[in-house]
């Protein structure tokens, strides 16, 4: 009678479901920080939209669809990025004043780059799709090129000062051998994708004539990312089947 009673026990979901096999998630239940943060987020993807006014005829409508592999493109990464920061505090649960700083000075930067981001997806996905070929940059492309570039930088440097600071901490937070060599490989990535952004604004500074050679460095993000990816799963995956 008493078992009738009870509430049925919660389903234990895997620990790959739950979160990740090889790290303790720190974080908690969702903060007034994380809370905020999504709320911005949220706001940065609304400004993504395709248009603001609901299509009021048939041919309005398909003359949309062309923009929408822009908007995915443009959604794709952002959620990327929040993904990245909601990682972080999971993963470390640090609420102090330093990292609300930090995470302060992340949204300002998502804000700012949403605006060139949708600009850049545009010109060279929405236009090709449309028919009329990639859109040119005019003869503000160095200027286009500096606002993506900065953007892109300020996110990563922010991203990598709150990773780097998990890595100083790593004693203080107990980070075991798979949990460290996991932090590490994420430095790493972040470290050399922020290295990308800086080197696309010192080629826009000094090749502002030729704003292309900027947007190609961007295309080494994905091997880069897989390179890092994989180092980091062999280390991690021998970290944890050693037991230290």
Excluded at 86 to 102: I, K, P, S, W
Excluded at 155 to 160: E, Q, R, S, Y
Aim: a positive charge; aromatic letters at 12%; charged letters at 15%.
């Amino acid at each position: 009678m008493l078992r009738r009673m009870l509430p049925p026990s919660p389903i234990q979901l895997p620990r790959r479901l739950a979160g990740e096999a090889h790290f303790r998630w720190r974080g908690g239940d969702v903060s007034r920080l994380e809370a905020l943060s999504d709320a911005v987020f949220a706001i940065a993807l609304t400004l993504l939209v395709v248009s603001l006014e609901v299509p009021s005829s048939g041919a309005e409508l398909v003359a949309l669809f062309p923009q929408f592999p822009a908007f995915a493109a443009c959604f794709a990464f952002l959620l990327w990025i929040w993904y990245l920061h909601y990682l972080f505090h999971r993963r470390y649960g640090f609420e102090d004043a330093l990292t609300v700083a930090l995470n302060g000075a992340l949204l300002f930067c998502v804000v700012f780059y949403v605006y060139p981001l949708k600009f850049l997806a545009e010109v060279l996905i929405g236009g090709r799709l449309a028919g009329a070929g990639p859109r040119g940059f005019g003869s503000e492309g160095a200027t286009v090129m500096l606002l993506y570039s900065g953007g892109f930088a300020g996110i990563f440097l922010v991203l990598t000062l709150l990773t780097a600071r998990a890595w100083r901490l790593r004693d203080a937070i107990g980070l075991d051998a798979a949990e460290r060599a996991a932090t590490r490989g994420m430095l790493v990535a972040q470290a050399s994708t922020l290295a990308l952004g800086l080197v696309s604004l010192a080629l826009t500074l000094f090749l502002p004539s030729q704003p292309a050679w900027s947007g190609l460095v961007f295309f080494a993000m994905g091997p880069l990312w897989g390179l890092v990816g994989w180092r980091t799963g062999v280390a991690v995956t021998r970290a944890a089947g050693s037991g230290a």
